[in-house]
């Protein structure tokens, strides 16, 4: 029987780092011993795609490079991940039936607005990232993804002196609005928070148990 691969969904606004994070996180899940697919929405382009691809496979070799598969959606991001993810779960099912051996499929959706979720149809598991660029009046604000998904990733932590964004008040809402359900602070850029991030991947999307001391991108 085919085996149904687990999925994460990394959603968030145009340029917030799902891109950044997904080459950051993958590292160490691939260096702990996890096999891993990437698919990437965009709606017009496949760079971010193509971009992890040369970064994560073809320069790192963590995975093959026909496992990062970029998918031009045309229309409305959210649409492809939520109203009609077809597309999406047709590249899964190719995915599945040829590569039965990976542990984990993540998916990014293309950039969009704090209203975004993902079908259950299509991930089990659920990480929206905001930045910190936008000021510190997010998470207060709320929405969709802020207050549904299962990890709340608050990316460019090192920017928030520049833009006057106050951290403290950024976790005091975060707690708030997600009733106490997990959130990270994170700098892609150093590596901030990510082993966090993957942490909360291999217990709570590959259940490892005990969970494993990781690996983590630190040299
Ligand atoms: N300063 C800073 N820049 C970041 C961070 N994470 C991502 N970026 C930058 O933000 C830009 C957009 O990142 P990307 O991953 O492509 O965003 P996406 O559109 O959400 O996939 C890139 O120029 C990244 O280098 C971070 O933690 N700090
Ligand atoms: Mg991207």
Do not use: W
């Not at 891993?36 to 040369?54: F, L, Y």
């Not at 929206?128 to 998904?149: F, H, N, Q």
């Amino acid at each position: 029987m085919k085996k149904r691969i687990p999925r994460i969904g990394i959603g968030g606004p145009v340029g917030c780092g799902k891109s950044m994070l997904i080459e950051r996180v993958v590292p160490i899940l691939a260096k702990n011993g996890y096999r891993i697919s990437i698919i990437s929405n965009d709606v017009i382009s496949k760079e971010d795609a193509d971009r992890m691809r040369q970064n994560l496979a073809t320069n790192q070799g963590l995975l093959p490079e026909n496992l990062v598969i970029g998918v031009a959606t045309g229309g409305c991001p959210h649409t492809a991940i939520r109203e009609d993810p077809s597309i999406n779960l047709s590249v899964i099912e190719e995915i599945e039936n040829e590569h039965s051996d990976l542990d984990l499929i993540i998916i990014e959706s293309g950039g969009d607005n704090i209203t975004t979720t993902f079908s259950p149809a299509l991930a089990d598991y659920f990480i929206y990232i905001i930045d910190v660029s936008g000021g510190d009046k997010y998470p207060r604000k709320r929405g969709l993804g802020i207050e549904t998904c299962d990890l709340l990733v608050i990316n460019k932590i090192d920017l928030a002196p520049l833009v006057d964004a106050n951290l403290d008040i950024m976790e005091r809402d975060a707690k708030t609005v997600r009733k106490n359900k997990p959130y990270v602070l994170v700098n892609c850029k150093t590596d901030e928070g990510v082993d966090i991030v993957a942490r909360h991947i291999i217990e709570d999307v590959l259940f490892e148990q005990p969970p494993k001391k990781i690996i983590t991108n630190a040299k």
